[in-house]
Nanobody
Framework: QVQLVESGGGLVQAGGSLRLSCAAS????????MGWFRQAPGKERELVAA????????SYANSVKGRFTIFRDNAKCTVDLQMNSLKFEDTAVYYC????????????????????WGQGTQVTVSS
């Protein structure tokens, strides 16, 4: 089991950028695929971006393609989400999550794939 801690949230104007970081407490980073989720009040938790255990493959929600980038550093076991061209609709609590699969190239695409969650960090985009 891995423990996750997010940071980097805050208040930003529409069109601005934020970088979220997730630190994972494990010595076997590459066996975990990782993802970033977000949840706004009254809405379901949404998978924003995911990355395979070795960082070879990524997946993005259609709403953030071309604006957000997920990347990881397995030496430090951090997983970041670079968010550019932020919109009011991006306002939510953002969570990082992790899970394990039989292959380190696997990219998760469903909430049920994930086993461990961070505490969340608030991102607020003003318009």
């Amino acid at each position: 089991q891995v423990q996750l801690v997010e940071s980097g949230g805050g208040l930003v104007q529409a069109g601005g950028s934020l970088r979220l970081s997730c630190a994972a407490s494990t010595r076997t980073c590459s066996i975990y695929f990782m993802g970033w989720f977000r949840q706004a009040p009254g809405k379901e938790r949404e998978l924003v971006a995911a990355i395979s255990g070795i960082g070879s493959s990524t997946s993005y929600a259609n709403s953030v393609k071309g604006r957000f980038t997920i990347f990881r550093d397995n030496a430090k076991c951090t997983v970041d989400l670079q968010m550019n061209s932020l919109k009011f609709e991006d306002t939510a609590v953002y969570y990082c999550a992790a899970g394990r699969a039989g292959h380190n190239w696997y990219v998760p695409d469903d909430l049920a794939d994930f086993e461990t969650w961070g505490q969340g960090t608030q991102v607020t985009v003003s318009s």
